[in-house]
């Protein structure tokens, strides 16, 4: 599998992994770990933009899911679709930024 596979799969992988985050580690709001992913992606899909997608070109990443029935997990990355994963990303990391001074603990209501 490629980073382009692991980019797709790591939010449904961190929303497993948050509740433990909350749980072990109090102090720090938890909108901070999930503000770093989207940050991250945001900062993966432009390189991609910027590498490949700005001349024209696409990627295409493919693993074998289940391969006696040769079904494979295929990713195809072109212009339309960094767009899109720019402003999902985008605005996605915006939002938790957000939440976090909106939703604090320490804020007096």
């Known amino acids: ?8 799969i790591s939010p449904f992988l961190l929303a497993i992994l948050i509740p433990f985050f909350y749980r072990y580690i109090p102090k720090i709001h ?10 991250a992606l945001f900062g993966y899909f432009m390189q991609q933009m ?3 997608t700005s001349q ?15 079904i494979f997990y295929t990713v195809y990355l072109d212009g339309l ?5 720019l402003l999902i990303t985008g605005i996605g990391a915006l939002v938790v930024l957000y939440s976090i001074y909106y939703l604090d603990k320490k804020k007096k209501r």
């Open 81 to 85: 679709s960094i767009l899109f994963a």
């Open 50 to 52: 910027l590498q490949t």
């Open 30 to 39: 938890t909108g901070w770990f999930v503000f770093i992913l989207p940050l």
């Open 1 to 8: 599998m490629t980073f382009l596979h692991w980019a797709i």
């Open 56 to 70: 024209g070109g696409v990627v295409e990443a493919s693993a074998p899911w289940v391969p006696s029935l040769q």
